[in-house]
């Protein structure tokens, strides 16, 4: 079963799913920048829905059903739309979140303000403080496109007070981020109760899961590991 909801987020609907779960509904599941939207992330999250974890996503203002300007928005204000999502959800806390690309430095974000005891980063990115609440458009395009800009992000600091499930998921040729940094994500987990890092060969930025879904014995493994990161 797929539940429709709608959140109010200002002056914006914030337009959302869940896919409900037999045996769990605290997964919060945040997509990406760019074209993304709810809708390219169902082949994961179909696949955990058959396995008995729910998953509830939602299209960020500027995306998908959601609309509206993307200059009105910044990766801060995706952070409080999340949040604004799963006060207004009831997510069982402690929250899993799974965040991909854009969404994987939300995910890691929530964990400052709600008990998440599972995190899974899909492709991340990490930007630099500095990049926080510039609204999306050609100033935040700046600051992100310096050379390393994310080398001082304080995603670091925060993964090393995270105590939960880490699973990191990168891809070999991803020519948008690069591999230090899921690498070093990883490394930064200290106090984590576990920290994995699965590299998927041959995979793109843009091209993970449609990769393995052509490898069914290893998109098993894969969802596998994401299911017991999440359990």
Aim: with cysteine.
């Amino acid at each position: 079963m797929i539940v429709d909801f709608a959140v109010p987020f200002g002056d914006a609907l914030l337009q959302g799913d869940q896919y409900v779960g037999a045996d769990s509904n605290r997964v919060l599941y945040l997509h990406g920048a760019g074209n993304s939207s709810r809708h390219g992330h169902r082949l994961l999250r179909g696949a955990l829905q058959q396995r008995g974890i729910g998953s509830t996503c939602f299209d960020c203002i500027g995306h998908g059903g959601t609309g509206g300007v993307l200059a009105q928005s910044s990766v801060a204000s995706r952070t409080r739309q999340a949040q604004a999502v799963a006060e207004a959800r009831a997510l069982p806390q402690p929250l899993a979140v799974v965040g991909a690309s854009m969404g994987a430095y939300n995910a890691i974000r929530m964990t400052q303000s709600h008990a998440v005891d599972a995190l899974v980063l899909i492709v991340p990115g990490v930007y630099t403080p500095s990049a926080y609440e510039v609204p999306f458009g050609p100033d935040f395009s700046a600051v992100i496109r310096q050379p390393r800009s994310w080398a001082d992000s304080d995603a670091w600091d925060i993964l090393g007070q995270f105590e939960g499930r880490l699973l990191v998921i990168a891809a070999e040729h991803d020519a948008t981020i690069p591999l230090e940094i899921p690498e070093r994500l990883v490394a930064a987990a200290t106090r984590a109760l576990s920290a994995q890092l699965h590299v998927v060969e041959g995979a793109q930025h843009n091209y993970l899961w449609a990769l393995l879904a052509e490898q069914p014995a290893k998109l098993d493994a894969a969802i596998d590991m994401v299911c017991a990161a999440l359990k």
